[in-house]
C-alpha cells in the first residue's frame, strides 16, 4: 500500500516537472485541464481534493443498508452467513435499541481467529463476544481525504473502514481507496501524455 502511494506522489512529481520544463505552455495547460477556466468534475478532482463521500457516491446505492450491520445479540452464525450473501468482508455491530450506537465491527479476520482457530460454534457465540470494540475501532468521516484514509487502513492494517457522520453513512474497503486513486492516477496520466504529446485540447 505503501508502494502505491510513494507511485502516485511520483506519477504527481513527473506533472509538476513537465509543467516546469514548459513554462509558457502552463497557463494554457491549466486552463485547458479545467483548473483555471471551470470545476473539475467528481471522476477528475485530484487525488488532493478526493473525499471518502466521493467514493461513497460512487458505490450508488449500495452505499449503506441494513445488511452492512448486525447487534451485539446476533449469532455470529448469522452475521457471517449475512456477510456471505451480500459479499463483503465486514459489518457495523451496533448495540441493542433504536438508537445505532457503534459498538465495534466484525470482519471476516474476527471470525477466523476467535471462532474458526479456537474451534468455537457460531450458532452459539455471540457477535458482541468476538467483535473488535468500539474502543480499537478505527473510523473516517465522509470528508477525509482519500490518500489519509488509504494511510489509515494502512497504518492499522485493516481493510474496512466505517464512515461515521454523527451516525454510519457507510463503510468504505481498501478495494474501493485503491479503485478510486487508480481512476485519479490514470486520467492525470492520460492528461500528462496528451499534453507531452500535444494532442491536449
Known sequence: MEGLVRGI?????????????????????????GRVTSSIPVREKGLENLTVAD????????????WLWCHTTDSVHDAVKNMANNNIG?????KPGEQGLIAGILTERDYMRKIIAQERS????????????ENKLVT??????????????TDHH???VPVIDGKIVGIVS?????????????GELK?????IKGDYY
Open 9 to 33: 506522489r511520483s506519477c504527481q512529481e513527473t506533472l509538476r516537472v513537465a509543467i516546469l520544463k514548459h513554462p509558457s505552455e502552463r497557463r494554457n495547460m491549466l486552463s485547458r485541464s
Open 122 to 133: 457460531s450458532k452459539y457465540t455471540r457477535v458482541g463476544e468476538i467483535m473488535t470494540d
Open 191 to 195: 492528461r500528462l501524455n496528451e499534453f
Open 174 to 186: 481498501i478495494v474501493d481507496v485503491v479503485r478510486a486513486v487508480v481512476e485519479q492516477q490514470g
Open 90 to 94: 465486514s459489518l457495523v455491530v451496533l
Open 158 to 160: 485493516i481493510r474496512h
Open 55 to 66: 467514493v461513497l457516491m460512487t458505490k450508488g446505492e449500495e452505499k449503506i443498508g441494513s
Open 140 to 153: 473516517v468521516t465522509s470528508d477525509t481525504n482519500i490518500l489519509q484514509a488509504m494511510q489509515l487502513m
